[in-house]
C-alpha cells in the first residue's frame, strides 16, 4: 500500500484511500540519461511508492536496475547510477494496479526481439489486458510477469510489421483502457496516450533533446522546457541518427476521438505544482474550494485543511468565506510504511501516527474541516473525533469533489463498489451520523467541472473521465467480471 502526498489521510491500516497510479519519464541523446531519470521519477515519487526501475542503453548493450521502495533509497548512490551508463534512458515508479507486488513485475519491462532490443514503461491499465493475455497464452506465449505491460511485448513480438516503431504502434492499437506508455530501442524514444487520454503526459526540451514524463513537475526538477502535452491516441517517435540528430516523427489516429482526461488528476493525484492538460492543478484545487463554500455555505470560526491534499481547496475556501484559515491538523511525515506493526492493539493510532490536532487552533471553535475526498469514510470518522477531542465545538466537513460511487479500472486502485462510503448510506445525513460530524457535503459535479474547465458539464459529451463520480465508464470494461452490475449501479445513478 502506498503513501501519499495528496489523499484523504492515508490510514493504511483501514484502506481507507485511493492509490495512485505509475509514473513514466523517458530522455533521448542525452550523457546523463540515467541521472536525469532518476531526478524525474523522484519528482513523480507520489505515483507510485511500492518500486522504481530504469533502462538504458549505451549504443552496445541495454542496462537494467529494479528496486523495490522508494526511488531516493537506491537511485541517489553513485554506484547505482555507475551501472547505468546510456544516451537513452526511460524509467517508472510503481503503485501496482495490476499483477503482485514483486521485483520481476518492476518496469520498465525489457524483451529482446528479433528486431532488437525493446523496453517498456506504463502508467494506467488495459480494461483487456486479461482477455488478451488469455488469448496470447492460447497461442503459446509464456509470461514472465503478472502485470498486464507484459501483453504490449508479446504483441511486439507477434506483429508483422517491419520496424519496432511500427510493431509498437500495432501493438498498442489492440489495447483498450487508460494508459501513457514509453518504448525505447537501440536508437529511438517512442512515447503514446491512450485514445481518449485518460492518463496524462508531456514533452519536454533539455539541451535539446526530447523527454517525456506523467507530469510537468519532473521538468521542472531538471530544468527541462515544456514543449506540449502529448495528445490523446498519438504516438510521437523520438529516434537518433548516427550523425548525432535527432528526428520527431508524430503519429495520430485517422479517426481522433475528443480528450477526456482524468479529473482524479486535479482532485487528488496530480502534485499540486503541475501543469496538467494546460491547466494548473494548484489553482485547478484552490477553485473547487471557491466553488464549495458557494455552494455549501456554514458558519463556523476556523477552516482547517486536511493534510496534504484538501490544503489547496481550504484555502480556496477560506476566501470565498472570508473564514480565516489555520492548519489545525500537523502532519508527521517521518512515519514510514512499515514504522508499526499493525496489530490490533495499535489499529486505534493509526491516524494519531500520521497526524495530530492543534488545539491552539480548534479549541473552543466551530470548525471546517476541507478534504480532497472521501473513499471509506472510515479515516474520516477517527478525524472528526480528533478534532472533538481537541475541544472543537462544532466539526462540519466539506469534501472538495462529488461522492464517489464507482470503482476505477483505468489504474487507480479503488475499493469494490459496495466498500464506498457513497453505496453503503441511503442518505447524506446517514453519511454525515457515520461520521460523527456536524454536517457533511460534497462539491457538485458541475461545481468540479468549473473548477476545472470552466463550465458545467457536457452530459451529452463529457469533458473529462469522471465515471467514479457519475458511473460513464469512457470505454469498454471487458476484463471485469463485475461490470453488469457497475453498469447496474451507473443506471440507478442516472435514475437518482
Known sequence: MNQSHSSTLNDELDGDT??????????????????????????????????????????????????????????????????????????HTRYSTTGEVALRNVQPLFAELEVGGIAVAHNGNFTNGLTMRRMLIADGAIFQATSDTEVVLHLIARSKQTSSSDRFIDAIRQMEGGYSMLAMTRTKLIAARDPIGIRPLVMGELDGKPIFCSETCA????????????????????????????????????????????????????????????????????????????????????VVPVPDGGTPAALGFAQASGIPFEYGIIRNHYVGRTFIEPTQQIRAFGVKLKHSANRAMIEGKRVVLVDDSIVRGTTSLKIVQMIRDAGAKEVHIRVASPMIYFPDFYGIDTPDADKLLANQYSSLQAMCDYIGADSLEFLSIDGLYRAVGGENRDAANPQFTDHYFTGDYPTRLLDNDSTSNVRKLAVMASNG
Open 18 to 91: 485511493l492509490h495512485e497510479e505509475c509514473g513514466v519519464f523517458g530522455v533521448l541523446g542525452h550523457p546523463d540519461g540515467a541521472t536525469l531519470t532518476a531526478l524525474g521519477l523522484h519528482a513523480l515519487q507520489h505515483r507510485g511508492q511500492e518500486a522504481a526501475g530504469i533502462v538504458t542503453f549505451d549504443g552496445k548493450q541495454f542496462h537494467t536496475e529494479k528496486r523495490m521502495g522508494l526511488v531516493g533509497d537506491h537511485y541517489t548512490d553513485p554506484a547505482t547510477l555507475a551501472k547505468l551508463p546510456g544516451f537513452i534512458s526511460i524509467g
Open 219 to 302: 521538468l521542472d526538477i531538471i530544468g527541462a522546457k515544456y514543449i506540449r502535452d502529448v495528445e490523446n491516441g498519438e504516438v510521437i517517435i523520438c529516434e537518433i541518427q548516427p550523425d548525432g540528430s535527432i528526428t520527431i516523427d508524430s503519429r495520430k489516429a485517422d479517426q481522433p476521438k475528443p480528450e477526456r482526461l482524468c479529473l482524479f488528476e486535479y482532485v487528488y493525484f496530480a502534485r499540486p505544482d503541475s501543469v496538467v492538460g494546460g491547466r494548473s492543478v494548484y489553482t485547478a484545487r484552490k477553485n473547487m474550494g471557491i466553488n464549495l463554500a458557494k455552494e455549501a455555505p456554514v458558519e463556523a470560526d476556523v
